[in-house]
């Protein structure tokens, strides 16, 4: 009979940049939104206040129109586009700092929030969506009754 030996430290340092490693493959992927790759990336804000998650995306100068804000698989996606501007006279650029192109942001939320209750707002160039937060549920302990079964004669 051998002796099973308690994990190294190394064994756990390994795990660890493995979790590590598939997280970032994680966000990269999410990079990816509906088959298109962003060609910019807004700037994001993300806290609480009063019981609801706020995320606050700069997008100056885009129309509500030109947003898609949608909850898939516990992630927010906020995906938009900014049309390249032609100034009227202007024969060309010298130089160009204003991104424009696709842009989406995948924001993982980690937390239960309401979505029937949810809200999009876009003011001065800042989308601002609000989620309220639900209870917490994982600490409720629920019983689960066990219930015999009646035993089988024997043939």
Request: charged share 30%.
């Amino acid at each position: 009979m051998t002796i099973p030996r308690r994990p190294t430290r190394e064994a756990f340092e390994l795990a660890a940049l493995q979790r590590e490693i598939g997280q970032l493959f994680g966000r990269l992927s999410a990079l990816e939104v509906e088959g298109s790759v962003a060609e910019w990336m807004p700037a994001v804000d993300i806290y609480e206040s009063r019981g609801r998650v706020v995320i606050v995306v700069e997008v100056p100068g885009l129309p509500p129109e030109a947003l898609r804000v949608v909850w898939r698989e516990g992630r927010l996606v906020v995906a938009g586009e900014r049309r390249e501007r032609h100034p009227a006279g202007a024969e060309g650029f010298l130089c160009m700092e204003r991104p424009h192109g696709r842009f989406a942001r995948s924001i993982e939320v980690g937390l239960a929030v309401d979505l029937q209750q949810a809200e999009a707002r876009l003011a001065g160039g800042l989308l601002t969506i609000s989620l309220p937060r639900l209870k917490d549920r994982r600490g409720n302990e629920r019983v689960i009754p066990v219930v015999p079964m009646p035993e089988k004669e024997p043939r």
